[in-house]
């Protein structure tokens, strides 16, 4: 059973930095193409990244040049790191994950993960 826990959340002024975390188990971590996620409330769920098993990235545009996606396939973690922090980026971050895909799999669509983390909160004060 694959299991996806998220840390790294928390309070963070506009401007600032967070950096969230992943940890993946019970699945071959390099043969997972792994997407964070965020929704807050009243939203629909919104895409903010996706990496490959072999290591490409993309990026919703809004989140482009602030947020880094990356991977440690070692510590069968992925990452998140959010620079630049928006009141506006404040929501439940979800990662995901799509097993047992070629190292190119690649969806931005939610639909496609079929294993989810219970999220981290991000609150940023203005």
């Known amino acids: 059973q694959v299991q996806l826990v998220e840390s790294g959340g928390g309070l963070v002024q506009a401007g600032g930095s967070l950096r969230l975390s992943c940890a993946a188990s019970?699945?071959?971590?390099?043969?997972?193409?792994m997407g964070w996620y965020r929704q807050s409330p009243g939203k629909q769920r919104e895409w903010i990244a996706t990496i490959t098993g072999g290591g490409n990235a993309d990026y919703a545009d809004s989140m482009k040049g602030r947020f880094t996606i990356s991977r440690d396939s070692a510590k069968n973690t992925v990452f998140l790191q959010m620079d630049s922090l928006k009141p506006e980026d404040a929501a439940v971050y979800h990662c995901?994950?799509?097993?047992?895909?070629?190292?190119?799999?690649?969806?931005?669509?939610?639909?496609?993960?079929?294993?989810w983390g219970r999220g981290t909160q991000v609150t940023v004060s203005s």
């Open positions: 995901a994950a799509r097993i047992l895909v070629g190292s190119s799999w690649y969806s931005r669509d939610s639909f496609d993960y079929l294993y």
């Open positions: 019970g699945s071959r971590f390099s043969m997972n193409t």
